[in-house]
């Protein structure tokens, strides 16, 4: 711990088996959320977090916990639960969402609605329903952390290898001023701090060219943390290179666009899982059990916490590492927020889509362990 030890963290020790954190739900550990007998929430948090969540019940949920904020509303769980009212709307030339759903995937199917102007209206309209509940489920000036659809894998031909930002920049890019424009008009509307986030970042060039696709798109950025009248913008750390250059990125940024980035969220699963070369989903060995906490992972996390914190940005740590106590500790005493699942329970939903919404809203592991397209199929195939 001697690591530890340099970067003024004392008193903290990993608990859990971080290497098998995506078996082991979160708010199943802390208490999230619970139905006691008489149907009321079970107890509040024990600790300050903000939540991870994706429907309007699971915000009205999170802040009845006491979760001070949205530390994580992922674009593509925003898409599967948003989806749920269009699967029998028929795209312009025939064939239904659904259909679309079950042959395309979910970022090809994303493609299809965006291009078919009455289903991409429909479906803005059911994400600002979402995002519209954030308002009224946090005090004035509370995070909202809305990060882009995140869709590939930098390890597979899905999406021609291509993941995050790279994915959405060369193959998605209406997909991000689509979002976007979403959240600014949820920030005009509402006094939340709404801020729009691109996923796996690597370089300096996708979060300009991701400036620029927004301006394109009639949406500019907050120039201060203070600046409700417009959205915040921010990316999610999980690579080492967005580590070791996040306070470059701002600096340039602010010099060069006026952008005060507000948030930055760090994914510890990806962030290890390119550290140190290992397979995300792969049992590992004994040793490396708590390889989250590998000395190389804890200096970028110090490095990033150092680079935030001194800018005045929010970093907030959204990955499955948070469930061990231990780890929460340590990423509190650097600097960073901690954001945790919350379950959002959706009682009506297409019988074709149950499955797609229970794993969507109830765990953190839908698009890592398969995607909408093959949840409907195990729903409706033999």
């Not at 082991?24 to 024990?46: H, Q």
């Amino acid at each position: 711990m001697a690591f530890l030890e340099r970067v003024g963290v004392a008193g903290v020790q990993f608990t859990g088996e971080l290497a098998a954190a995506h078996a082991a739900i979160l708010w199943d550990e802390i208490a999230s959320w619970r139905t006691s007998a008489d149907g009321g929430a079970g107890p509040p948090l024990g600790e300050e977090l903000l939540a991870n969540a994706c429907t309007a019940d699971g915000f009205k949920r999170a802040a009845e916990l006491g979760s001070v904020g949205l530390g994580l509303v992922r674009g593509e769980f925003l898409f599967a639960v948003g989806v749920a009212a269009l699967v029998d709307q028929q795209f312009t030339g025939g064939g239904t969402v659904a259909d679309a759903l079950t042959s395309d995937g979910e970022w090809r199917t994303l493609c299809r609605l965006l291009a078919d102007q009455r289903l991409r209206r429909m479906l803005a309209e059911q994400l600002m329903f979402i995002l519209d509940a954030a308002d009224s489920a946090f005090p004035p000036s509370a995070p909202v952390f809305v990060r882009c659809f995140d869709y590939g894998d930098a390890y597979s031909g899905t999406g021609g290898g291509l993941r995050g930002a790279a994915l959405l920049l060369d193959q998605l890019p209406e997909a991000v001023v689509f979002l976007a424009n979403i959240v600014a008009e949820a920030q005009a509307r509402h006094a939340v701090r709404y801020v729009f986030a691109m996923p796996m970042v690597a370089t300096y060039a996708e979060l300009t060219e991701t400036v620029a696709l927004a301006g394109r798109g009639g949406v500019t950025f907050a120039a201060s943390p203070d600046d409700l009248t417009r959205p915040g913008f921010g990316w999610e750390v999980e690579t080492p290179a967005a580590c070791l250059c996040t306070g470059l990125w701002s600096d340039h940024l602010e010099r060069e666009y006026g952008i005060v980035p507000a948030l930055c969220g760090i994914g510890t699963n990806d962030l290890t899982q390119f550290t140190l070369a290992r397979p995300r989903r792969m049992p590992v060995r004994l040793v490396d059990a708590r390889h989250e906490a590998h000395p190389a992972v804890l200096a970028l996390l110090g490095t990033l916490a150092d680079d935030c914190t001194g800018r005045g940005i929010s970093a907030v740590l959204s990955g499955a590492a948070g469930e061990d106590p231990g780890y929460r500790a340590f990423a509190r005493q650097l600097g960073f927020l901690v954001s945790c699942p919350i379950p959002a329970l959706m009682t009506v939903a297409h019988d074709r889509l149950t499955p797609v919404l229970t794993q969507a809203v109830a765990a953190d592991r839908l698009v890592d362990a398969y995607g909408v397209a093959d949840a409907i199929g195990r729903g409706t195939r033999h």
